[in-house]
């Protein structure tokens, strides 16, 4: 007996589909880059204005984050002055009052509002100038554009912006005096004719001898809480050792292949898949046949004998 039998199947879901998807996913630059605000804690001060300069030249500096809205941040918009959301920020400083839940929900809600990573909250001496005279029309600028590559008139009032930082530098009125006076940073009257130089010098100025030491603490949007972390200003280059230490925390991101997330099937008693039954048939086809082609069906054998007389 010949036997013959044709197994139709479906075939297993093919990956195929799936691998061409994923060879053919456009990689597309991350939209968490890891971005950094300054917030001061309290009244302004100086060190909160030279750390959030020093934060805005690096990579960290959030692109939705205007000249005002930093100002904000630090203190230094007066009463009705700005737009809405500068105005808004402002507020939101305000009712920052230290680590406590409270002030932990308006800084989480400071970050999402700019797509933050971090706001360094600094402390520091209040300045014993008006809040008011650091911001008039020519205020030296805290969110610089491009990198901090555009110059940026840094001139308050007058006065040079490094003699300004300095508690101990001579009044605004003095100009002879600005022009001769000597800083770390250099010659004043030379910063005052150089932005660029201005802006560089600010940042890294570290603080007046015998002023009390900022610190900083970086508080997480995502984590909803401060680091351990305590930051300050160096003697000799400023904020610049915070912010190399924050871009080591946030390291560039660079890309990241985005996949379209694979959807499951769900799963199926066994005994509805067609490879189940296709089996059983060939098992059972496969059996019969060797069943009844190993069976005899023949009579017993008889054996005759004669006997001749």
Same mark, same amino acid.
């Given at each position: 007996m010949v036997a013959s039998c044709v197994l139709v199947g479906a075939a297993p879901p093919s990956r195929a589909a799936d691998s061409a998807a994923d060879?053919?996913?456009?990689?597309?630059? &991350?939209?968490?880059d890891a971005f950094v605000a300054v917030l001061a804690l309290g009244a302004p001060s100086d060190a909160a204005r030279r750390a959030a300069r020093?934060?805005?030249?690096?990579?960290l500096r959030p692109p939705e984050l205007?000249?005002?809205?930093?100002?904000?941040?630090? @203190?230094?918009?007066?009463?009705?002055?700005?737009?809405? @959301?500068?105005?808004e920020l402002a507020e939101l400083r305000d009712g920052v009052r @230290?680590?406590?839940?409270?002030?932990?929900?308006?800084?989480?809600?400071?970050?999402? &509002?700019? #797509?933050l990573k971090g706001i360094l909250v600094v402390t520091g001496a209040a300045?014993?100038?008006?809040?008011? =005279?650091?911001?008039?029309?020519?205020? =030296? =600028?805290?969110a610089t554009t491009d990198g901090g590559a555009s110059p940026i008139a840094m001139t308050d009032g007058g006065a040079s912006p490094v003699a300004d930082l300095d508690a101990g530098a001579a009044s605004s009125s003095d100009a002879s005096a600005l022009e001769v006076q000597p800083t770390d940073a250099g010659e004043v009257g030379a910063s005052a004719v150089d932005p660029e130089r201005?802006?560089?010098?600010?940042?890294?100025?570290? =603080?007046?001898?015998?002023?009390?030491?900022?610190?900083?603490?970086?508080?997480?949007?995502?984590?909803?809480?401060f680091?351990?972390?305590?930051?300050?200003?160096?003697?000799?280059t400023g904020w610049g050792s915070t912010v190399a230490s924050l871009e080591r925390l946030f390291p560039a991101p660079g890309y990241r292949k985005y996949t379209k997330a694979k959807e499951e099937t769900p799963s #199926?008693?066994?005994?509805?898949?067609?490879?189940?039954?296709?089996?059983?048939?060939?098992?059972?086809?496969?059996?019969?046949?060797?069943?009844?082609?190993?069976?005899?069906? @023949?009579?017993?054998?008889?054996?005759?004998?004669? #006997?001749?007389?």
């Amino acid at each position: 007996m010949v036997a013959s039998c044709v197994l139709v199947g479906a075939a297993p879901p093919s990956r195929a589909a799936d691998s061409a998807a994923d060879a053919g996913a456009d990689a597309q630059p &991350r939209s968490d880059d890891a971005f950094v605000a300054v917030l001061a804690l309290g009244a302004p001060s100086d060190a909160a204005r030279r750390a959030a300069r020093a934060v805005y030249r690096s990579r960290l500096r959030p692109p939705e984050l205007d000249e005002e809205s930093a100002r904000a941040l630090v @203190g230094d918009l007066p009463a009705g002055t700005g737009g809405a @959301g500068a105005r808004e920020l402002a507020e939101l400083r305000d009712g920052v009052r @230290g680590e406590d839940a409270a002030s932990r929900q308006v800084l989480a809600a400071i970050g999402r &509002r700019l #797509k933050l990573k971090g706001i360094l909250v600094v402390t520091g001496a209040a300045d014993a100038r008006p809040a008011s =005279s650091a911001v008039d029309a020519g205020a =030296s =600028s805290i969110a610089t554009t491009d990198g901090g590559a555009s110059p940026i008139a840094m001139t308050d009032g007058g006065a040079s912006p490094v003699a300004d930082l300095d508690a101990g530098a001579a009044s605004s009125s003095d100009a002879s005096a600005l022009e001769v006076q000597p800083t770390d940073a250099g010659e004043v009257g030379a910063s005052a004719v150089d932005p660029e130089r201005a802006l560089r010098d600010d940042a890294q100025l570290p =603080s007046p001898a015998g002023a009390p030491k900022a610190r900083a603490r970086l508080f997480h949007v995502g984590l909803g809480s401060f680091d351990a972390a305590t930051y300050g200003a160096d003697d000799t280059t400023g904020w610049g050792s915070t912010v190399a230490s924050l871009e080591r925390l946030f390291p560039a991101p660079g890309y990241r292949k985005y996949t379209k997330a694979k959807e499951e099937t769900p799963s #199926k008693p066994f005994y509805t898949s067609p490879w189940f039954w296709g089996g059983l048939g060939a098992a059972l086809l496969f059996g019969g046949a060797f069943y009844f082609a190993s069976r005899d069906s @023949g009579g017993d054998t008889i054996h005759l004998q004669m #006997k001749v007389p």
